[in-house]
Structures are given as C-alpha cells and as structure tokens.
C-alpha cells in the first residue's frame, strides 16, 4: 500500500497557490484502489468520477477551485486509471461499497461527496445504502434510473466499440495506465453496466435525508424533468440547471471551450452550499 506526500504549486487562471497533497493505494474489497488528497479541512469532500474517467479527466481543471477551502479526497474507481480491477462486472453498488470502505481506511467517519455523471449515480448509491458516512451530497449531470437520460441515448450503444470513445478519455487513460488492454477492459465493463442498467426506486431517493445539490447543464444527457422529479424526491434538496453540456460546468477534459469563469461560479455555488 504505496503513499506519497509533498506540496503540489497550483498555477491555473487568477490560482496561485500551494497545498498539501497526498497519493496512496489501498487494498480494497480485493483491489488496489488509488487515491488523492488535497488540501485542509473538517469534513473531506470525496471526488468521484464518471464512466470511462480518471481523476484528472474529470476533476484535473475543476481541483484547484475546490482545494482552496476544501480537503479534497479523489478517488478512481473499479478498472479506472490505476485501481485494479476484480474478476467481477462493474455496478454501481459495488463503487458504493468500494468508496466507503476506502474511507474506513483512512479513518473518515464522515463525509461530503461529489459526484459527477456515473459518479453522480454512485454518490446517490452511498446516500442510500451508507447514510451513517454522508453530511451533504453534490449530484452533478447524474440519473438513477434508465430513464432519466435524454432520448436516443441508447441508440448504437449496443454496437459501440473502443472506437467510439471520447480520444480525451482514452488518452487519459493511457497516460496514467499504458495498458492497452486495461483499457479495452474498463471501456467493456463500462458499457455492460449502462446496457443493463439498474435503477434506484423512488421510495429509495425519496428515503435520502442528507442535504443535496443536484445540478445539470440545460443541454446535458440526463432531461431536466429527471432533475426536477429527483430534487422533489429528496426532502432536502436544491436544483440547479446551468447552461452548457455534459461536464462543462466542472471542466471535464471532453467539454469544448472550458470557461475559467464558469468554473469559478460552479465552485461558488458548491461552497455556499458545503458551507452554509
């Protein structure tokens, strides 16, 4: 169970600043997941990221926002990046499990999640199952069942292979991971998951009682009126709808024309939110 530790110098738009950070595996249900902290602060806020992702594909531009007043805990799950995988299919109830006995390890009783798209899905696996570890939940462009995403979404999917992945994911993938067949492996895994897609009841969302800020962006692949049954769900909850796509509210390697300034407001918004 290797860890590092060292300051990492932030030097990103109107960011210059330096903080403590921390990389480490750990063993894990019977894998090796890794994990990064960054930062100071009472309650960690846990990063988790989407389908096909890696810490720095999802989370690499939005980190320097949030590490400022945050103690960051950055995970990359199952087959992602450079956790292991298990001889086993992906879900998100095994990501669920993985994260919070993660934590146990590093002696957090409690926590703050952020989750974006499949990361989304799993942080509302964690307030559902693992209530006991949860403070506030952070929902970004994320559903819990089928349904919620737009339509057309499935259309190929059945057909779609390593080719049709996102070349920033890939690429992102490789750089931490040069294993060809890794990848061919997480991208299968990825796609079996989301083929048969299990959903989470109404009664189980509604049965979320931490605080909980979902947001989407106005063109994204989940349809707002998901967004809005969800935060009708959640007794307490706020909803948020920006413009823009699929992740270009956090920075996500795939969003075209990443925005420091929306960035910048995204990262308000949840700090009023963890803070408050």
Do not use: W
Not at 169 to 198: C, T, V, W
Not at 247 to 263: F, H, Q, V, W, Y
Request: charged share 20%.
């Amino acid at each position: 169970m290797a860890t590092g530790k060292g300051r990492k110098r932030i030097k990103q738009n109107n960011i210059d600043m330096e903080i403590e950070k921390t990389t480490g595996t750990k063993s894990v249900n019977g894998i090796s997941m890794y994990y990064e902290i960054y930062g100071k602060g009472e309650i960690p806020l846990v990063l988790i990221h989407g389908g096909g992702s890696t810490i720095p594909s999802n989370f690499g531009n939005f980190i320097p926002y949030l590490a400022q007043n945050n103690k960051l805990i950055a995970v990359e799950l199952q087959a992602h990046g450079r956790t292991g995988d298990r001889d086993a299919p992906e879900s998100f109830e095994q990501d669920a499990n993985d994260v919070v006995t993660l934590l146990e390890q590093l002696d957090i009783a409690k926590a703050n999640f952020l989750g974006f798209s499949n990361g989304g899905t799993t942080t509302l696996h964690i307030a559902v199952r693992y209530p006991i570890v949860v403070n506030k939940i952070i929902v970004i462009s994320a559903n819990y069942q089928k349904t919620g995403l737009i339509a057309g979404f499935y259309d190929g999917f059945g057909d779609a292979t390593l080719a049709h992945m996102p070349e920033g994911l890939k690429k992102s993938y490789l750089e931490l991971n040069p294993d060809p067949a890794g990848l061919q492996n997480m991208f299968e895994k990825d796609k079996q998951r989301m083929l048969h897609y299990i959903d989470l009841s109404d009664d189980e969302i509604a049965g979320i009682k931490a605080d909980a800020l979902l947001m989407l962006a106005d063109r994204d692949v989940i349809t707002p009126e998901h967004l809005v049954k969800m935060s009708r769900l959640i007794e307490n909850s706020r909803l948020t709808i920006l413009p823009g796509i699929h992740g270009s509210m956090i920075g996500e390697i795939c969003a075209p024309d990443i925005n420091p300034k929306t960035l910048e407001f995204t990262a308000g918004l949840i700090e009023s939110f963890l803070h408050s």
